[in-house]
């Protein structure tokens, strides 16, 4: 890589970083607003974790593609899954910002990031479906773990991504369990309950 094309990847990941201060509805369990960044390790994390149970796939591509899922949010930010309805064009605005962002970065990266985007997008691969389903699964643990104003809606969570899960075996398992959290997280704040996250 030469000196000019080395500036550019670096002006890229200094771009990059805008990520961190995006913030999504979510809370963590101290009640800090959850930045995108730390749902898109959260989400790699998860995928490593279950790694084995995805037999036949390109894992190193999964990993790409739950990375670069949502680096498009570092221009305009990100649009929260229960106000998604009302903003049609959400996926071309992403694209675009996605684009801007990649503007930076040499010609061969900037095309392979934009191509694992794309896959994501239109669930256009296994691996892009399994990053789909992961993605839902990491938002609603989230959802559920977070230290929430008394106004979350948790019974959003339980029809939230539920065409993703027959993306594989597992995330129907994964989702049994974490529809009975949100159910109990439900139950505790409409009866006005108290729970340490």
Not at 47 to 70: A, P, Q, T
Request: negative net charge; charged residues 25%.
């Amino acid at each position: 890589m030469n000196t000019e094309e080395l500036s550019a990847c670096l002006t890229f990941i200094r771009e990059a970083e805008r990520l961190k201060n995006v913030h999504r509805s979510a809370y963590t369990s101290t009640g800090k607003q959850e930045s995108t960044a730390e749902h898109t390790w959260r989400l790699c994390l998860l995928g490593m974790v279950f790694e084995s149970d995805f037999s036949g796939i390109d894992f190193g591509k999964l990993l790409k593609i739950c990375v670069v899922h949502d680096l498009g949010e570092a221009i305009s930010g990100d649009i929260p899954a229960v106000e998604q309805v009302n903003v049609p064009n959400k996926s071309a605005l992403e694209r675009a910002d996605l684009v801007t962002l990649l503007s930076h970065l040499p010609e061969p990266i900037h095309a392979q990031f934009l191509a694992l985007w794309d896959e994501y997008e239109n669930a256009a691969s296994p691996e892009a479906r399994l990053v789909k389903g992961l993605d839902k699964i990491e938002t609603i643990i989230q959802h559920n773990q977070g230290k929430n104003p008394p106004d979350f809606d948790y019974s959003f969570n339980l029809t939230y991504g539920q065409k993703q899960m027959g993306a594989h075996p597992l995330f129907e398992q994964i989702r049994t369990m974490i529809d009975a959290d949100t159910a109990q997280r439900h139950r505790e704040s409409s009866s006005g309950g108290a729970r340490d996250a």
